[in-house]
T-cell receptor, first 111, second 116 residues
Framework: DQQVKQNSPSLSVQEGRISILNCDYTNSMFDYFLWYKKYPAEGPTFLISISSIKDKNEDGRFTVFLNKSAKHLSLHIVPSQPGDSAVYFCAASITGNQFYFGTGTSLTVIP | GAVVSQHPSRVICKSGTSVKIECRSLDFQATTMFWYRQFPKKSLMLMATSNEGSKATYEQGVEKDKFLINHASLTLSTLTVTSAHPEDSSFYIC????????????FGPGTRLTVT
């Protein structure tokens, strides 16, 4: 049973525009959420995270929004750059001991 | 930033043999290390969580006798795939969690295992 879902397997965005990647979860016990970026044949790289007590966290061009009532989080990248093209995984954690990953969204930023 | 290495990056082995994959945290101490397997076009699947000095906790459906995990020190964990079969061919990724920042894992570059 997939507890963390990324329903869009791929997304294409024009350079300079906003990229919005979405993630839904089912377990209300999740207390920490993370986004990872992954290039082919490499391990994921941590991008940004948010605690369940917050609804927004911003780091440069990356902002993560959390809507607990909807069990939904999203990653906004603005402005999008060609180097942002990668697969993005969202993940959710319970007390930092268990991590559940979504299936990933492949982002392509078109120059 | 925190660096996690894996060795080897690629390995090809014959069916029935065993393969060991090493995961090292290079510049921090990791009390917890995680082992993942990634299937094509699918998510990372957590296989097991290992804490230094104790037995690994395996996820449901993962055979602990087939995937042996040893977390010998705060900087090294090993995954041994025993009696490998072609269906074990996959991309194996480890990650390490630093003591003070347990929520943020740092991933190794992965190991591509091909069993012929």
């Amino acid at each position: 049973d997939q507890q963390v879902k990324q329903n869009s397997p791929s997304l294409s965005v024009q350079e300079g525009r906003i990229s919005i990647l979405n993630c839904d979860y089912t377990n209300s016990m999740f207390d920490y959420f993370l986004w990872y970026k992954k290039y082919p044949a490499e391990g994921p790289t941590f991008l940004i995270s948010i605690s369940s007590i917050k609804d927004k966290n911003e780091d440069g061009r990356f902002t993560v929004f959390l809507n607990k009532s909807a069990k939904h989080l999203s990653l906004h990248i603005v402005p999008s750059q060609p180097g942002d093209s990668a697969v993005y995984f969202c993940a959710a954690s319970i007390t930092g001991n268990q991590f559940y990953f979504g299936t990933g969204t492949s982002l392509t930023v078109i120059p | 930033g925190a660096v996690v290495s894996q060795h080897p990056s690629r390995v090809i082995c014959k069916s029935g043999t065993s393969v060991k994959i090493e995961c090292r945290s290079l510049d921090f101490q990791a009390t917890t290390m995680f082992w993942y397997r990634q299937f094509p076009k699918k998510s990372l699947m957590l296989m097991a969580t290992s804490n230094e000095g104790s037995k690994a906790t395996y996820e449901q459906g993962v055979e602990k006798d087939k995937f042996l995990i040893n977390h010998a020190s705060l900087t090294l964990s090993t995954l041994t795939v025993t009696s490998a079969h072609p269906e074990d061919s996959s991309f194996y990724i480890c990650s390490a969690s630093a003591t003070s920042r347990a929520y943020e894992q740092y991933f190794g570059p992965g190991t591509r295992l091909t069993v012929t």
